[in-house]
């Protein structure tokens, strides 16, 4: 069995810096493309950033030049370090991993959540 585990979630003052982390577990022949969405309360979840396993990424409008998504290959984890923090950013991130397990098929992965709390 695949799992995702994050960590680094927090409150943090606007303007803040915080750094998430995820590392995929179990029985993997492959990761391809990694990434972090965000649900807030009442909103639907939408991607914030994706890179893929040649290391292409791609950032919603909204992170970015704030955001960067980077993976360490060697460790199986995926990091979404975020810096000037808005209140908006506030929502629970979720890491979501494209896995290739036993039999060569490749499934879709999600972490648990981690909450960002973003103080104005």
């Known amino acids: 069995q695949v799992q995702l585990v994050e960590s680094g979630g927090g409150l943090v003052q606007a303007g803040g810096s915080l750094r998430l982390s995820c590392a995929a577990s179990?029985?993997?022949?492959?990761?391809?493309?990694m990434g972090w969405y965000r649900q807030a309360p009442g909103k639907q979840r939408e991607l914030v950033a994706v890179i893929t396993s040649g290391g292409s990424t791609n950032y919603a409008d909204s992170v970015k030049g704030r955001f960067t998504i980077s993976r360490d290959e060697a460790k199986r984890t995926v990091y979404l370090q975020m810096n000037s923090l808005k209140s908006e950013d506030t929502a629970v991130y979720y890491c979501?991993?494209?896995?290739?397990?036993?039999?060569?098929?490749?499934?879709?992965?999600w972490g648990q959540g981690t909450q960002v709390t973003v103080s104005s």
């Open positions: 179990g029985i993997i022949l492959s990761i391809n493309a």
């Open positions: 979501n991993a494209a896995i290739k397990g036993l039999g060569g098929v490749t499934y879709d992965w």
